[in-house]
């Protein structure tokens, strides 16, 4: 069985300061690692994805995560905010072999003030 | 493009009264498919899932239920809501390779 723990229910911060949500999981298996975004009265939509090789991931808008096998975490960061970053975020992970389905984190709520 | 489409958008039921929810997927053939529900604060949720026409398997027993009539369809329903089956009802799509899901753009749904 896996498990993900997202530390924070809930992360304020002023536009332009830089951020961390943080994302630890358990597995006894080989993982992908996930990060999604949704925003109000959305749906999720994948963020960033850590399959293999480098493990430092980006995002289209500025995100990056990084793969840290050995403290089990793959922490989500943005040097500069902004208020249109005000969204849930979930880290999920899933099996590289057998079962896929991803188990997610109880999701961190970033909220961005002017 | 492969999307998901979920109706309605919101939806006010009373308790006691059924419920269907549907959602369609476009783009894609044979897609395994899932229904997620989303309480406040308590992340998401497995409800269901189907990998092909008429294959449910069910995560948490409860007052909901799910079928597959068709490839790209995918139809949550109950006989009876119950307050508790209030929240935010996703349906997403495995993406090839096990990289990750495609979600649609959910059903609010208030039992009152």
């Known amino acids: 069985a896996q498990s993900v723990t997202q530390l924070d229910s809930q992360v304020p911060v002023f536009e332009e300061a830089p951020v961390e949500l943080r994302c630890n999981y358990s597995s006894s298996v080989s993982v992908y690692l996930f990060w999604y975004v949704q925003y109000p009265n959305q749906g999720l939509q994948l963020l960033l994805k850590?399959?293999?090789?480098?493990?430092l991931v980006e995002s289209i808008n500025g995100f990056e995560a990084e793969f840290n096998k050995s403290q089990t975490s793959f922490h989500l960061r943005k040097p500069s905010v902004h208020i249109s970053d005000t969204a849930e975020y979930f880290c999920?992970?899933?099996?590289?072999?057998?079962?896929?389905?991803?188990?997610f984190g109880r999701g961190t709520s970033l909220i961005v003030h002017p | 493009s492969q999307t998901i489409h979920q109706w309605p958008a919101t939806l006010v039921q009373p308790v006691g009264s059924p419920l269907s929810l549907e959602c369609t997927v476009e783009?894609?053939?044979?897609?395994?498919l899932y229904w997620y529900r989303q309480a406040a604060g308590r992340g998401l949720q497995l409800l269901f899932y189907?990998?092909?026409?008429?294959?449910i398997s069910s995560e948490v027993p409860q007052n909901l239920s799910a079928s597959r009539p068709q490839d790209r369809q995918f139809i949550l329903s109950s006989k009876k809501l119950l307050l508790s089956d209030s929240g935010f009802y996703l349906c997403?799509?495995?993406?090839?390779?096990?990289?990750?899901?495609?979600f649609g753009s959910g059903t609010r749904l208030t039992v009152v």
């Open positions: 783009g894609t053939s044979n897609p395994n």
């Open positions: 189907s990998v092909g026409i008429g294959q």
């Open positions: 997403a799509r495995r993406r090839g390779g096990n990289y990750g899901y495609t």
């Open positions: 850590y399959l293999s090789g480098s493990t």
């Open positions: 999920a992970v899933s099996r590289v072999r057998g079962s896929y389905i991803p188990t």
